[in-house]
């Protein structure tokens, strides 16, 4: 659960960077302390319904649109638990192995897709 919240906490502050907003600026449109929006936003506080809907509405964002958003970042963020928990029982050889592989598809993806763009 405490992931989930996480994931609101992280998109409002994704979406309020994207509309180029300081905290500052956010907080007095959605009239909360400057301090409660810093707090949400690291996750040492977590936020209300009330809180959520203000800073929505502050942002002029529909709240279909925000559940759009947080469908792609739970995904995101679940693609990240797999490979922590892939990660975890590995030894210092097999994670080595690991991230030179990754490093490499990664390159190899890259390559690809500009040799596509041609």
Known sequence: MQNELYIVADAIKALREARGLTQEQLAEKADISVSHLAKIETHARLMG??????????????????FI???TAKKDMMLKEKIWYLVQD???RETSLLIYSIEGIKKGLKEYQQDSRK
């Open 49 to 66: 319904m009330k809180t959520y809907i203000r800073l929505l509405e502050a942002m002029d964002i529909p709240i279909k649109e925000h």
């Open 90 to 92: 590995c030894d210092e």
């Open 69 to 71: 958003h947080m469908g």
